[in-house]
């Protein structure tokens, strides 16, 4: 079973960059789909990025509009989120997520299996 844990958070200031990481402990099979998901106060979870573990094919929500980028690094079992142009709406506990023996990259969170404990984002205007 895969442990998920989130790093990056904080509080910056709009237009400001962060990036998010999440570090699986365990092996992470060939077939895995992992994601970035997002919850602000009195919202539901909304999905934010994926990517495929082996291709490295990623998938975004539309608000992401080319801001985020989603990567991963095989070598150290770490998936990244990079963030910039970051707005007030981006404030939220952000969210990693992995799905082993997925098919294609999930964007709901039902899909996803394994949760990291989230990091929180705070964009001050």
């Known amino acids: 079973q895969v442990a998920l844990v989130e790093s990056g958070g904080g509080l910056v200031q709009a237009g400001d960059s962060l990036r998010l990481s999440c570090t699986a402990s365990?092996?992470?099979?060939?077939?895995?789909?992992m994601g970035w998901f997002r919850q602000a106060p009195g919202k539901e979870r909304e999905f934010v990025a994926g990517?495929?573990?082996?291709?490295?094919?990623?998938y975004y929500a539309d608000f992401v509009q080319g801001r985020f980028i989603i990567s991963r690094d095989i070598a150290k079992n770490t998936m990244y989120l990079q963030m910039d142009s970051l707005n007030l709406e981006d404030t939220a506990v952000y969210y990693c997520?992995?799905?082993?023996?997925?098919?294609?990259?999930?964007?709901?969170?039902?899909?996803?299996?394994?949760w990291g404990q989230g990091t929180q984002v705070f964009v001050s205007s």
């Open positions: 365990g092996r992470t099979s060939s077939g895995t789909a």
């Open positions: 990517i495929r573990w082996s291709s490295g094919n990623t």
């Open positions: 997520a992995a799905r082993p023996a997925a098919w294609g990259i999930p964007s709901t969170a039902s899909a996803f299996t394994t």
